[in-house]
């Protein structure tokens, strides 16, 4: 009687409309964001039938931690049904995932924590009145490995309009950094390595209204310094540390900022700022290209707050084999030297070019024959090459994995490093300074050994604009979870950084041969920068330089942001609260005060609490918010805010006096 009962209820909807079931497999399921693979209709992320504790089902969506769907329901849904776990091919006891469901903010339905082997959970929830719908699938709070996540026989009982897949509501790009005035304020690199007997080439980076007289007191013999645009030039002799001190003054003041040079064995130490190729050029980059990114370094200001590299990555070189009259040719001179392609007419005149304009210039290669874009790389020229790289004047060598790989099979840890041994000894024997960066995508926890191998630098994860679409889920996985899982503020420091990878801001390659901008939102975008300073990672943006609107150049050029990713103390940060989705984390800073990010990683508003117990400090804070550049109010025992979906609070922690 019962069960009749509830069947008439499904089937006609109050109104005595007769009621319709849309399958959720009928969505635009494009739309849904996941952690890892692409949903599946019908069947589970791993392409098999959906299954869940050894049952089957014919219908549904297979997807993977963590996931989000929106849907616009368009006040037509009466009810959603559906049963939802984790599927068996997960094959690994480590899956254990949540459900959820929120509508117009409230949340309607949780499944709890579902882990690999149970049952299903049925789901029926009333939908009435709702508009949005938010279908998410959580990673239970152990990270998101194996996690694959079946919404089985999940469908909505309608009387109106269909449900439709939509996009997260559009967020405004406010601009929050302050635009820098007409007095000088020196920005950037608080502390410089370089070797002895290396040229020199530091550029005070200052912003602020030119002419602008710079001086420097302290600078040790052997360097000198051009009042007008900053840059120091020539080498130091003997090893020490120097204590310099820097003036930029014009017409509305005078700026002074303290200064190390540290003449030793270790560059890089502070991270890497600078611009390359790969994200917006990829296999079209080109000498003029390269020129246009450094004039727009200088045009653009970035230059004023840091940035100092302008970097090649990938396809300068001879692409054996290319019917591309530019690109194919002799990859190599008679003596066995590597030439550049068709597009690099002169390499040492490009990074005189670069050198010019007060910055440096970085270049690619991989220790495999060829690259991951098939043009030649170093292996068993590495001599030749390491050579070759600093008589054309480069700065910076990224050294990219790629076709090593046939090389080295199921490589060790010892053979996972032997290139890139081989690489920095090369370098260190140049007659000038090459900072390098290792990429080869976190194998054998390069950051366990990255530093040993020579490295000033080394990728952490795989490529972060791996594919367009996926660089959300990608920015909070290899952002936010590599990081924290493995701990990795344990091994970077002060000449040897965790790379996470690229700002992928602004407009980027949308791989189809055009360029599209960000598929990140504004408070991704603000995430992405804040993560990247509290990690104390490279800042090496790799979208369209010449192409900066307001909103992107506010990103990249907020000084006090900067000053925190710059910190000379060099002790990256790491998370100190987690509470379902949102996250604390903290950065210790030189002058003894905190930085501290508060990350909401979920699909609502909500507020994130920032604990002194968590934080490390006590008493009487001023807190700061970095990206407005204010301080906001004194707070004692902890300081809460309402961050928006994806979004963050950034600030810096003084004890009030
Ligand atoms: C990838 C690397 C990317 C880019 C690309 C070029 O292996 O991770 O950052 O350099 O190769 O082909």
Known sequence: MKLILLVALTLFTLAGRAADTVWLTSLDLAKMRQGWGTPQTDRSIREQPLTIGGHKFAHGVGTHAASSLWVDLAGGAERFLASVGVDDAAGNTRASVTFKIVGDGRTLWESGVLRLGQPAKTVDVDLQG?????????????????????????????????????????????????????????NGARIFGVRPGSPFLFTIAATGERPMKFAASGLPKGLKLDPQAGQITGALGRRGVYQVSFKASNRHGTARRKFRIVCGDTLALTPHMGWNSWYVWENRVTDAIMRAAADAMVSSGMRDHGYEYVNIDDCWAVKPGSPDPLLGGEPRDAEGRVNANGRFPDMKALTDYIHAKGLKAGIYTSPGPLTCAGHVGAYQHEAQDARRFAEWGFDFLKYDWCSYGDIARNPDRAALAKPYQLISGLLRQQPRDIVLNLCQYGMGNVWEWGASAGGNSWRTAGDLGGSFEGIPAALFRDGFDVYANNHLERYGGPGHWNDPDYLLLGYLSNWKGGTAPTPLTPNEQYTHVSLWSLLAAPLIFSGDITRLDAFTLGLLTNDEVIDVDQ???????????????????????????????????????????????????????????????????KFTGEYAATVPRHGVVLVRLRPAK
Not at 590 to 616: H, K, P, Q, S, Y
Request: aromatic fraction near 6%.
């Open 130 to 186: 709702v508009k949005t719908l938010i279908l998410l699938v959580g990673d239970a709070g152990d990270g998101n490995g194996w996690d694959h996540a079946d919404w089985a026989d999940a469908r909505f009982i309608t009387s109106g309009a269909t449900p439709k897949a939509m996009d997260p509501p559009r967020e405004p790009a406010v601009v929050l950094t302050p635009k820098p005035g007409p007095a000088p304020r020196i």
């Open 567 to 633: 910190d000379p103390l060099g002790r990256p940060g790491r998370r100190v609260a987690k509470n379902g989705d949102t996250e604390v984390w903290m950065r210790e800073l030189e002058d003894g005060t905190r930085a501290v990010g508060l990350f909401n990683r979920g699909e609502m508003a909500t507020t994130v609490t920032a604990r002194w117990a968590d934080v490390g400090v006590s008493g009487r804070q001023i807190v700061r918010d970095l990206w407005r550049q204010q301080d906001l109010d």
